[in-house]
């Protein structure tokens, strides 16, 4: 089995390597490497799902660190398979719309390779079993997304989107990672397949976790109040939105409340918490949605409003709702997703998004027209379409969950109403007569068919969903039993008979007529202030300036200070409590003093006295290296031949360094800087030396256990295979110590570099340079610059 | 500029000192030794070359430009302490083996040798990467600049 999630995720991480290396030149080539990946994911789903469809839950798990109980696990069951397939099909069609919308011009590579890399981590997201794989797979595509927002990477408010989304979706990330935390270690249980068993026990600890878990989820699903980043987000390219923001990222949120409904669901802030966040969400982005011009806008806030229903119902609970939530969450991906497509199809045929100037468009494309009313039914919920009949499942479920239930229901009818209007108006708009005046913009036939067909398509699967509904019933119904208890055999209707779910639809549906009635081809007016666009990023730059003027505080740029802080802090900290407690025992025990050792100090003493007192830095660096070496001897003496040898080998290293950089410095140092005087020095320097004495010989005499050194003497041959017990802890018994090690040298390596190169990238070599190109006499004040400068 | 002690010392020097590393390396298992040693004794070298001749010299000293040596370096270990995972086995797990080879009868082969090359080849490349970065003298630009003058500068990004 475990073969199956390696071959899922590897697949797509081929397929984005693969895609973005064909890229642009090979567009063809790279528009099918997008491709199969999905397909890859379907043909392994389905050959899955007969097992999974009889309720079967397949895992696998490979442990990564057992010594931390890490471990990779994953599952496959009916929730997993339903959100597996959504991502794969949505992704099929979205590539296809992406070849389109970039066409000959645009950036393919990039953008179809990061929207694999995002399929991959949706994917790996879904079928997640243990907390922190889930965990993983959501980091990731925060990641994904924001190289996905921000591909257009020269404007500067695709950036600030990009850069917002990451912001907020990663916070709630931590949020959700503290949550996870929280939950598992109150439950010692990592696993959804084994919480979903045991449940959690009440408490604090547990409680916090939900609400964080709840943060989590309602950032990732832009919720009341982490919305903005929603509609910032629509800076990104349409195919990432009708990706990202419709049928795949946002619905992560969703997602991760299905799965845990049945652990957190009975606890006691999820229903409050959960259902308060939703409904608040549900109708204030309803009317932002009518508030907006800009088509993307309008379906951005849609969806906002769209999950917060989704997240209503969630919070409400029982069978027949997840039910109608399920089936609402495939409705409304397709849907979504297709209004996407035609609206990016509208955008790139006319030039523009903007409602009141779109007119004619449906008329003059009627695939495009299919596309849009058919996916504006369904999001509206107009009967016979897939939407109807989610929605019809959610309310009939939601009149059945007692009070709240009943409430709720009112709520997203409400919610419906405003549906339905924004929908007319963005349908509206482009059913207007055709602009007489030919398109500013001549496109490719081709070009015209991949842009509309996708959304067409997703019309008409919204159509054939809506007339049969039966067809998911398989799939949505053993998906509802992977979280909740299931007492019949799910079955979505077309028609519920005369019930007041019935009612409430039609109500909506009249609601959204009247409303857009009376507010003619305009927009909503504003009800109540929300903050202007860009607070976000004036808040970041806010942070910025705020961090800048604390490091012009506490950075002095003075080195000498740095020093003393430093020094002064090591005394103060360890050096208090060590002479309390030598003033305490009473005594300082002593050591091993032999006479070799005693004229070996005193050289190395002498050596440093001269380091420090020298005016001249040659033979400051002279008398530290043999300091250095003198170190070098004492562990030659104690027996340490590894440690002497790399001693000498980084005096020799460092001496040969200090007289490379000698040769760009004056011979002689500078006066003092007068920053400390020479009785702090005295007292600093006396302090340290003292310290470091008394620590060396109270900690080699307070050992009271039997040092692990000798067990590693003892291990290292026979498990490390040598005979040099340092070499074998080095690379073998402590290697991930090294490992570590050495990543830090790599990391600061670079940044030395960085540090270098860029401070002259902009210094004086550059006039130098030019006055060199243009073989004039040196000019003057550059060279006089230049001088400054050093 | 340069003394012909310190040219004729980097002359006769190099050469015994990388022949030195290698030893350091091969008996860092059993002897003192090690590949954090050896790398340092490499950059010793390196740096020696820098003062007698020049940075760009002492590169050549190097089978790859620094910033390659850090990549393969870490890439190499990073690969020891992971392909145990792929045999079913643990991060860092590292078997070893005893093989009798014509010349150099019983050998022992260990995949700490493996990660031991890494930690030389980066620490050699952290070096490299200093010196490259400094250039020979303050005033001049350095390689790693010069090669950025070339390629063209990138824009700059608010």
Known sequence: MIWFFVTL??????????????????????????????????????????????????????????????????????LALMMGLLVAVAGILVVLFAAGYTGRSGKMGPMLGGLVAFAGAMQMLVVADDLLTLFLGWELTSIASFGLIGQTHHVTAARDAARQALLVTGTGGLALLAGLVLIG???????????????????????????????????????????????????????????????????????????????????????PLVVSVGCVTLLTAGWRALQADDAKQLLAWSTVSQLGLLITAIGVGGEEVLLGVLALVVAHALAKAGLFMVVGAADVITGTRDVRRLTGVWRRFPSLGIGVVACGASLSGIPLLAGFVAKEAVLEGLLHEGTLGTWMAVAVAAGSALTVAYTLRLIRAGLGPVDPQPSRRAVDPVRVRLLAWPGAALGVLSLAVGLAPGVQDGVVGTALASISEVSETPHLYIWHGFTVALGLSTLAIGGGFLVIRLLGTGHAPRLWPTPPEGTFTDGVHLLGDLA?????????????????????????LPG??????????????????????????????????????????????????????????????????????????????????????????????????????????????????????????????ARTATPPSAQLAALAEPDGGGKNIVNVILTDIRALDTLGEITVLLVAAIGIAVMVTTGRDTGPSLPVEEVVDSDAPADPTTTGVMEETR | MTSPLLRDGDR?????LMLFALYLLMAGHNRPGGGFVAGLTVAAAVVLRAQARSVDDALKLLPAAPVTMLAAGLGLAGLVALAPILGGGGVLD???????????????????????????????????????????????????????????????IR
């Open chain 2, 12 to 16: 006769i020097l190099v050469p015994p």
């Open chain 1, 576 to 701: 208090v409590p060590l002479v309390a407690a030598a003033v305490i025992e009473g005594s300082v025990p002593g050591s091993v003093v032999r006479p070799g050792d005693v004229l070996l100090a005193l050289a190395i003493a002498a050596a440093a006295v001269v380091t420090a007192r020298t005016e001249r830095r040659f033979a400051a660096i002279m008398s530290l290296g043999a300091v250095g070496f003198g170190i070098a001897l004492v562990f030659v003496r104690w027996g340490a031949p590894d440690l002497a040898l790399t001693q000498m080998v980084v005096e020799t290293l460092g001496l040969l360094l200090f007289v490379l950089a000698l040769r760009d410095l004056p011979r002689r140092f500078g006066p003092d800087p007068a920053l400390l005087s020479p009785a702090l020095r005295w007292i600093l320097a006396a302090g340290v030396g003292s310290l470091v004495t008394t620590f060396t010989l109270v900690a080699s005499a």
């Open chain 2, 94 to 156: 590292q078997p070893f083996v005893e093989v009798t080879l014509p010349l150099f009868q019983k050998v022992k082969l260990t995949a700490a040798f493996v990660f031991d090359i890494g930690v030389a080849g980066l620490v050699v490349g952290v070096v490299a990467a200093v010196l490259d970065a400094f250039g020979d003298t303050g005033t001049t630009s350095s390689p790693a600049q010069a090669r950025r003058a070339r390629d063209g500068r990138r824009p700059e």
């Open chain 1, 9 to 78: 995720l590897t697949a797509h991480v081929i397929g984005a390597v693969l895609t973005a290396v064909l890229g642009t030149r090979l567009p063809r080539l790279a528009v099918a490497a997008a491709t199969i990946p999905h397909v890859v994911s379907i043909a392994l789903l389905a050959s899955k799902a007969p097992q999974v469809l009889d309720g079967e839950r397949l895992t696998a798990s490979v442990p990564w660190a057992p010594g931390l109980d890490l471990t990779l696990s994953f599952q496959l069951d009916g």
């Open chain 1, 548 to 572: 800048r003027r604390m490091s012009r505080i506490t950075q002095s740029g003075s080195l000498p200070i740095y020093l003393a802080t430093m020094l002064a802090v090591l005394i103060v």
């Open chain 1, 185 to 271: 270690q109150a439950t010692d249980t990592w696993t959804l397949s084994a919480l979903a068993d045991t449940g959690v026990p009440g408490g604090a600890a547990v409680e916090a976790g939900v609400l964080l878990v709840v943060i989590g989820a309602a950032t990732k699903s832009a919720q009341f109040p982490f919305s903005t980043w929603l509609p910032g987000a629509m800076a990104a390219p349409t195919p990432v939105s009708a990706y990202l923001h419709s049928a795949t990222m946002v619905k992560a949120g969703v997602f991760l409340l299905l799965r845990m409904s049945p652990v957190l669901g009975d606890t006691q802030t999820w229903t």
